[in-house]
């Protein structure tokens, strides 16, 4: 009969290939995920730039284009610029002073 269901074959030598398979398969992939170690700085910068590309995806859609949208992202990076610039400067100056201070002593 075509439709008949066969009974599986069972024997000793089959049950350990399988086991054999198994074995390989787990095998694999334990190497495989060696080879692809991923670095967490790396992952978490790919992570940064995605997140970065969204925002101007988002901004290129609501201005209607991606110049509109980059000139915003122009004018908050250089806001931010401007604000930073004095902040990084006293920090360098008051570092270069505890520093002069601790050699001088």
Known sequence: MLW???TPISSPSLATDEREVQDAYARGRRDERKARKR???MMTLT???ALVGAV???????????AR?????DHG???AT????PVVMDAGRDLGTKTFRQTES
Do not use: D, N, T, Y
């Open 4 to 6: 008949k269901r066969r």
């Open 39 to 41: 670095h967490p700085i």
């Open 47 to 49: 992570f940064a730039v």
């Open 56 to 66: 101007v995806l988002i901004l290129a859609a609501k201005e209607g284009s991606f």
């Open 69 to 73: 949208g980059g000139g915003i992202v």
């Open 77 to 79: 990076l250089a806001v």
């Open 82 to 85: 401007e604000r930073a610039q």
